[in-house]
């Protein structure tokens, strides 16, 4: 028989090796193909309006005026906030804002109606919990815009009753006029933003965990000899046999998720799918090579299990689609290359949101490529150690 076709054979035996433990443990079921569908839904319906919208907040009015009530009704008016109780005094609604009742309150004092009509400059103030950003953000720029409608009103009444014609009030009001145009996003929906890399991101973390696992668990049962045997004693064969049908099972969860973000739910692919579908392909083989080096560098279960599990959360971090890669330490810049999830993150950047050609996101497909070649470094050792290695509970 021709060494080709023994090779051939070899592989096959393993593939159909690894499907039988595939399907004999219910655990390969849910983290390959359970858990990646749970988050999917869950993270898309999760923020499925796109924005936190009715936030609660309070009302502190002690001028009690038509002014300062049309004030609060234009204020609650925003999609972003609700008001939800008026209070007597700033201490009340500081206390319900502590106790988590409220994220923030805006406060009128006494006499803001009869100042702004003699041009004596009251002050408004708005209170805001930054505990939750997100929430703290969106009220922040709900109140301010508030504040500066109603300063911008007063000053117009004002003017209109010193015999300025309209078109003067609103010249000298706002000299310049601001035309803001968001890009590839215009609704500002953070679902866009977040899903379309904490979805790829639960994906390469499960892919880590359960090669490490794959790998670990045939070294804890001492069954790694015998895998190693069904590949011809060739660790190659061995590798490509286990995690071939893995990377179908995970290839074709991550074309679903394609399929549903940008197919289902309409989310911006400007460069057509085909870009990120290959990206996804590469960020699947990437996290398999990844997770090799991993149990390659620490041949215990539980060791290769935390370090898959640290590593795959942190990339959630380092990515760059919450903080910004740009504003953080240069060695953090520098380590960010470092984790397959941020090469694919920049590539869904310039492929599906700006629409640019793959020649553009060059450099990260090559650093995915370069991921695919990692477990070469640690293929020898790898392999004595699942001919050598005695595994310590």
Same mark, same amino acid.
């Given at each position: ?6 090779? %051939? ?97 805006? %406060? ?43 300063? =911008? ?9 010193? =015999? ?84 179908? /099972? ?12 940008? =197919? ?48 795959? /959360? ?16 240069? /060695? ?45 470094? /640690? ?15």
């Amino acid at each position: 028989m021709k060494r080709r076709e023994k090779k %051939y054979i070899a592989l096959r035996n393993v593939m159909a090796r690894e499907c039988r433990r595939l399907i004999s443990r219910p655990l390969y079921l849910f983290c390959m193909v359970i858990a990646p569908l749970f988050c999917y839904i869950f993270f898309t319906t999760l923020m499925d309006s796109g924005l936190p919208t009715h936030l609660p907040v309070g009302a502190v009015d002690l001028d009690n005026t038509s002014t300062s009530r049309n004030i609060l009704r234009n204020l609650d008016a925003f999609q972003q906030t609700a008001i939800v109780a008026h209070y007597a005094s700033v201490g009340e609604a500081r206390s319900a804002m502590q106790e988590g009742e409220i994220y923030g309150f805006f %406060y009128i004092p006494k006499g803001l109606s009869q100042q702004a009509q003699t041009q004596q400059q009251p002050t408004l103030s708005f209170y805001t919990n930054n505990s939750y950003l997100i929430a703290g953000s969106l009220l922040f720029r709900d109140m301010k815009m508030m504040g500066e409608l109603a300063a =911008g009103s007063a000053g117009r009444s004002v003017m209109l009753a010193q =015999g300025a014609t309209d078109d003067q009030a609103m010249a000298l009001l706002q000299p310049i006029v601001i035309d803001t145009h968001a890009l590839n996003n215009p609704w500002l929906n953070y679902s866009v933003y977040l899903c379309n890399t904490l979805v790829p991101g639960v994906l390469m973390l499960m892919i880590f965990m359960v090669t490490v696992f794959s790998i670990g668990v045939e070294i804890k049962e001492r069954t790694a000899r015998e895998w190693l045997r069904t590949g011809n004693n060739s660790i190659y064969i061995a590798l490509a046999g286990k995690f071939l049908p893995q990377t179908a /099972v995970f290839f074709l969860m991550g074309i679903f998720y394609n399929v549903y973000l940008y =197919g289902i739910l309409d989310f911006p692919c400007n460069s057509g799918i085909f870009p990120m579908i290959l990206a996804t392909l590469l960020l699947v083989l990437a996290s398999q090579s990844c997770g090799i080096v991993m149990i390659g560098v620490l041949p215990t279960l539980r060791l290769g299990l935390s370090f898959a599990s640290l590593w795959g /959360v942190i990339s959630f971090s380092i990515s760059g689609f919450s903080f910004p890669v740009m504003a953080m330490h240069p /060695v953090l810049q520098a380590l960010s290359n470092l984790f397959p999830l941020r090469h694919y993150f920049l590539i869904y950047v310039d492929q599906a949101l700006n629409g640019y050609d793959m020649a553009y996101s060059w450099f990260h497909y090559v650093a995915l490529l370069i991921f695919i070649l990692l477990p070469f470094l /640690v293929v020898h050792r790898l392999k004595e150690t699942l001919i050598y290695y005695k595994y310590v509970p």
